[in-house]
Every structure is written in C-alpha cells, then in structure tokens.
T-cell receptor
C-alpha cells in the first residue's frame, strides 16, 4: 500500500512568487493534516481536513496560505506571495477516522521550501 | 497551553553507548505521547507511543515510559547503532492535532 506522498520534494522560489505543494494521503484516510517545520524549531500544526472540509485551520500563519482538498482526496497548499520566513519543511499526514480518540497519523517525506 | 520540551541537540555518541533523550510535556488531561523519528532523506515515522500513565512504549530497542508525576516521556536505548542516526521528535496528541518538540539530532559514530 502506498504511503503519504508529497510533491515536490524540494522547491526553491524567489520572494513574491507562488508555490503550490501537493499531498496525496493514504487511500481511504479521511483525515489530512498539514504541518510545517521552520529551521531549528518545532514542527507546527497548520490545518486539518476531514474529507473535503476544513476541521481546524487555527495554525495557518496568514492569508497568504491557502489549502484545498477538493473531492476529499489529495490536498494542495498554496503560498502566494511567498516570503523569506515561509522557508521550511512542509509535512503532510493522514489518518483514518474510526470515531475513537486517537488513530495513528502517517507522515509524508515533506517538501523543503526555500524562498530566496 | 499544550507544549513539549525536549533536550537540545545535536547529541553525538559512539556505537554501543547508552542513549537518553529527555522530554517533558505540558498538557491538560491525559494526552497520548509519542516519539517520532526522521531518518536522513525520509519522512517522519512513528517510533513508539504510550496512551496512558505508566505505559511503556517500545520499538527497535528504544523505550519510553509515560510518567504522569514528572510529566515526562524520556527516550532510552541501551546500545545505539550507527543506523540510529536521525532526528527524534517527542510529541503529544491533543484536540485532534499533534504537538511536537523541536527535535533532537542524534549522531552515532562507528
């Protein structure tokens, strides 16, 4: 079974440009999460989808970030316009919705974004 | 609020040495606790977990015990290998999200 896949693995863009990150969760996983690690700091929660709906977007840093999950399958995270402080590693994770307190989240390899 | 604090790295050890990476947490109630590992070039992987007080999680020779009285979840391994070189993240699960520590980079020298 394929795991969580993210694309691209690495992106270098100039300040002011737009970048779109993609995440394909494990098939059948309704929960999809985006996290970000800025260099040397914690991995921080950005947002959580349940199917196509945004369950919690309290971690989104500002309105330059837009996440979508049309059809409840893959998700995209767009940064427009990108700023230097957006550089970091963006992780996606997915989990099943079993109606219990905790189900294991599986993470992708991450996309390393560098804004120059 | 909820937070995780783990020891700063990098940690450099010789092969077969004993490893401890300290982790403490602040949270309301009784969160589930985790250690994740990121090997070079790979994604985050769940290493072990504990869901209630006094539970011991273990995997690949690593262990961590959920200590409610000290709000700690220290990671230990009796004899590390070069292949254990990675970044280790302590984390807790609360309100349907995972809260991570800053990560500890571990280097094992042959």
């Amino acid at each position: 079974e394929a795991g969580v896949t993210q694309f691209p693995s690495h992106s270098v863009i100039e300040k002011g440009q737009t970048v779109t990150l993609r995440c394909d969760p494990i098939s059948g996983h309704d929960n999809l999460y985006w996290y970000r690690r800025v260099m040397g700091k914690e991995i921080k929660f950005l947002l959580h989808f349940v199917k196509e709906s945004k369950q919690d977007e309290s971690g989104m840093p500002n309105n330059r970030f837009l996440a979508e999950r049309t059809g409840g399958t893959y998700s995209t995270l767009k940064v427009q316009p990108a700023e230097l402080e957006d550089s970091g590693v963006y992780f996606c994770a997915s989990s099943q919705d079993l109606g219990v307190k905790y189900t294991e989240a599986f993470f992708g390899q991450g996309t390393r974004l560098t804004v120059v | 609020g909820n937070s995780v604090t783990q020891m700063e790295g990098p940690v450099t050890l010789s092969e077969e040495a004993f490893l401890t990476i300290n982790c403490t947490y602040t949270a309301t109630g009784y969160p589930s606790l985790f250690w994740y590992v990121q090997y070079p070039g790979e994604g985050l992987q769940l290493l072990l977990k504990a869901t209630k007080a006094d539970d011991k999680g273990s995997n690949k020779g690593f262990e961590a015990t959920y200590r409610k009285e000290t709000t700690s979840f220290h990671l230990e391994k009796g004899s590390v290998q070069v292949s254990d070189s990675a970044v280790y993240f302590c984390a807790l699960h609360r309100d349907d999200k995972i809260i991570f520590g800053k990560g500890t980079r571990l280097h094992i020298l042959p």
